[in-house]
């Protein structure tokens, strides 16, 4: 079919405004309605899943390999420090094994009712939104795999986020840092409750803290249980900074380096059969840091 | 719908602009784990829509870009759907008006010419945003971006040079 000049000449012309008008009233629909482009990002994400894996996965093997050049280079120091940390770690498993005992005598003597059940599935990253504004990941599991929405994200280093949305085979975590991740926690040691802010910076802050708090640098910051999503006492990372009202933590995780994600059900419905064991799908990254491993039960 | 009528011409290589943007902008979300890489990626969708702009917007129509930076922001994640649609629409127009310059110009006039975009294309999402959110959002990572994507422009743009040279001029 031929279009006739003067029409299509007038197309052409209105394409721009149209276009422009339309990717504005795309951005003002989603700030008021979001339920439409979930189930938009959910589709796609699925759809683009493979094509993804498929891209990321040289990346993967290019920047292991330089990833390698360059930890053969430290190799020395390195090797040092981790028989340095191994010695640390072996006395705090001396004392994880005495406190499970002692732990388990006194649950035994307060005929507690066992944790529930804590099962995980690990996903590789996929997708880093890599944005200026926009602190997310995509990873390759989803319903498929039982991940299912508000879960917790792990490493073995602590909490990077939660599941944000879920695809057949893919699930998007919101991180810590994205501007509109907050979540419950509280300081370790005193249970101060707060609630920690994504700032779109690399430390989240610490917001609605009880005024009397006292905020050192390095305390540790824990997930509270008052929002009802994860279960409490799961490392987040520490004070790292305190200026006037701005608190601000470091999270334990990388969060600009993510490869496999530990995505928990902690059976917070407790409808699951109960046993007491962690049952990973796959292997998650060793843990790293001093605080306790990951699935850590909340100790009453 | 200027890419139906190319596709009916029989033309594969003429898809080659979109073709070609649609894959940096899937390279931009894939997670690079160099140590030492920061958070941000490099826009690679913003130096081919610029790179083609400038030597064949015919093959770089408005809806192409329109889809392609719709497509990113859906896989990117955020929470503005239809923002980089937007941003790269006005880089686009931006770049056509003073498309006659760069033309024929050598590499480093270009490059200038990129900074130039880049840096208003970020101040751009930076105020969208801020705008959207109602708050003035930090400037470093925004700024951070900028300078990276204006850094990694000589890679990209030599990439899409070569596959120009490969496919379009043949003919």
Redesign the interface.
Known sequence: MRISAPVKAAAQRL??PF??F??????VF??TD?LL?DG??VA??DR?AP??DA??QP??TV?GV??SF?DAVGVHRQNAELREENARLLQWQEVARRLASENAELRDLVKLVPQNTVSSVSGR??????????????VNVGHNDGVERGQAALTGEGLVGRV??VGQRTA?VLLL?D??SHIPVEFAVSHARAILDG????QPRLVYLPSKVEVKLGDAIVTGGSGGIFPPGLPVGIVASVSGDVIRVEPYAE?????VLRVVDFGMSGVLPQSAVPIPRATGRAAKAAPAPAPAPPAN | MPLATLRDVGYPARLLPFLSTLIFALVSVVPINLPGFAVVTPAFALMAVFHWTIYRPDLMPLTAVFAIGLLLDIINGTPYVGLSALTLLVARTFVMTQRRFFVNRTFPVVWLGFLAVTVANFALVWALVSMLRGTLLGFRPFLFQAVLTVSCYPVGSYVLARAHRAFLIRA
């Not at chain 1, 339309?22 to 951005?27: A, H, N, R, T």
């Open positions: 394409a721009l276009l422009v339309l990717s504005g009233m795309l951005v989603g700030k979001n482009y938009l990002r796609v994400a683009v094509i993804l891209i990321s990346v993967a920047s330089v990833q360059s990253v996929i997708a880093d939104s890599g944005g200026a504004f926009a602190r997310n990941v995509l944000a949305e998007r840092t501007l509109n700032d779109n910076s690399e969060l600009a380096r993510l490869e």
